[in-house]
């Protein structure tokens, strides 16, 4: 008679057992879904402290300086030169006259030896010097871009005198004014050439109908 009793009993606590186990595996494993779910949107939440990246970080003006001292002169200077050898370069390809061809190729060299001189100047007084030209200035050359022939050469030349006169004006204070000696002295000795294209311009404007 013992042993038919304890068999029920035995049975009984078996599955209680087994109940019990099967409960605390299930809530394990929604513990566990709970916290991988918690971690989940953690990590897809955003953080208060995080600093949000600059849209305009990997943007980047194209006449950026190097580091060097400012020399105000030196970048207006710069900047000019490399818009002038583009202009001349293309003054070559979209001139409708010979003489605004070969006003684009003396642009061209003449520009192309002085930017290279100031360069050389700027690394040797620790100067600040442009790279390349200015956004506004790429967007009156991709201006250009769209003229040619008579148009183009109208448009070309008239630029060409208005950028010289201002031109001529900031060399003469740098002759005189710069606080760079060097820079002074590149000023005084650019002077003459850039005199040169100017009354070309304006003979070049002089012929056209």
Request: glycine content about 6%.
């Amino acid at each position: 008679m013992k042993i038919y009793f304890l068999k029920p009993c035995f049975v009984l606590l078996a599955t209680m057992f087994l109940f019990s186990c099967g409960n605390n595996t299930t809530s394990t494993e929604k513990s566990t879904t709970d916290t991988t779910t918690a971690d989940t949107d953690a990590n897809l939440a955003p953080n208060p402290n995080a600093t949000m990246p600059d849209s305009n970080s990997n943007k980047m003006d194209a006449s950026v300086l190097p580091p060097g001292t400012p020399n105000e002169f030196v970048t207006k200077a710069g900047e000019g030169g490399f818009m002038e050898v583009t202009m001349g370069k293309l003054a070559q390809t979209n001139g409708g006259s010979n003489d605004v061809k070969e006003y684009g190729k003396m642009l061209e060299t003449d520009h192309g030896n002085a930017n290279n001189k100031l360069k050389e100047i700027a690394a040797a007084e620790k100067i600040s010097m442009p790279v390349d030209i200015t956004k506004e200035q790429k967007m009156h050359i991709n201006e250009m871009r769209s003229k040619s022939g008579a148009d183009f050469d109208k448009m070309f030349i008239s630029m060409m005198i208005e950028d010289h006169e201002k031109d001529i004006n900031e060399f003469k204070k740098a002759a005189t004014d710069n606080s760079n000696a060097k820079v002074k002295d590149f000023a005084a000795k650019t002077l003459p050439t850039l005199k040169k294209h100017l009354d070309k311009a304006k003979m070049i404007k002089s012929k056209m109908k």
